[in-house]
């Protein structure tokens, strides 16, 4: 009975970190000046190191701005009076599942691909109010006004 008990809480534990592991899609490697990030219906105070979620809405005000790292090494610097939500994202590979769907609805961004860009192109997309930009790997500058 030991082992068993032994085993489940084993498994359990793998679960529990593995769902809380894919929460987190990024982090915050820079911010300067006013930064928000809206998370559901509450406003999380910007920093370096802050941890991005899956929904998250990136604003920045007049001097604000934010250098974002994904867990594939994709990295979006977005400029200021911007609006940036990440819509999904998932990075597994041990799995081959990718999805990087990203809303750009005002300001700027300049995007740099990560793995996913190159293990899977087609799955990344970038979406603003008029148009929406399917990536191949490659960095671009995209403004929205």
Not at 31 to 46: L, M, N, P
Request: glycine share 12%; hydrophobic share 40%; charged share 20%.
């Amino acid at each position: 009975m030991g082992k068993k008990m032994n085993f489940l809480a084993i498994a359990l534990l793998m679960l529990s970190a593995d769902a809380w592991a894919q929460e987190h899609v990024g982090a915050l490697k820079s911010v300067s000046g006013d930064v928000q990030i809206k998370r559901g219906d509450s406003f999380v105070e910007a920093h370096s190191g802050l941890q991005l979620m899956n929904s998250d809405l990136l604003i920045t005000r007049t001097k604000g701005y934010a250098g974002v790292i994904f867990t594939d090494g994709t990295t979006v610097t977005i400029g200021p009076d911007t609006e940036f939500n990440i819509n999904s994202y998932t990075f597994e590979p041990g799995t081959e599942k990718y999805d990087f769907s990203m809303y750009l609805k005002k300001g700027s961004a300049v995007y740099n691909s990560g793995k996913i860009g190159k293990l899977s192109p087609g799955s990344v997309k970038l979406s603003t109010p008029r148009a929406t930009v399917g990536i191949r790997g490659t960095r671009f500058i995209l403004k929205v006004e």
